[in-house]
């Protein structure tokens, strides 16, 4: 595959992300009832995957990259530790005992699971 179609698959995942709350909304309601609304997300995403796909397919590969991008949120693995959430997300030292503080006040106010 050359760059230039790379990058438009990129681009349609990315925009899979961003919008994969409205994405997930209507493909099931096109699930449901059979009809797809024009405008919306998925065939915003859909004209995205012609890019790379052609027109034939834009809808099945709009349809799966939706799919894509949502199992890969759900498979993400929750962060609860908090050194793995600054070594992600952290500066420097004097934020770290602060935020450290603040993790331990929401770890105790937070509802425990079930």
Known sequence: ????????????????????????????????TSILLPGGKVRQLAQLCAEYTGNVASLGVAESTITAAALAAQAMPAKTDFHQLWDHHGVDGESYDVAQQWFALGQQSAPKAS
């Open 1 to 32: 595959m050359n760059s230039q179609l790379l990058d438009a698959r990129e681009r349609a995942n990315q925009f899979a992300k961003l919008h994969l709350s409205e994405c997930a909304a209507e493909l099931l309601s096109w699930k449901e």
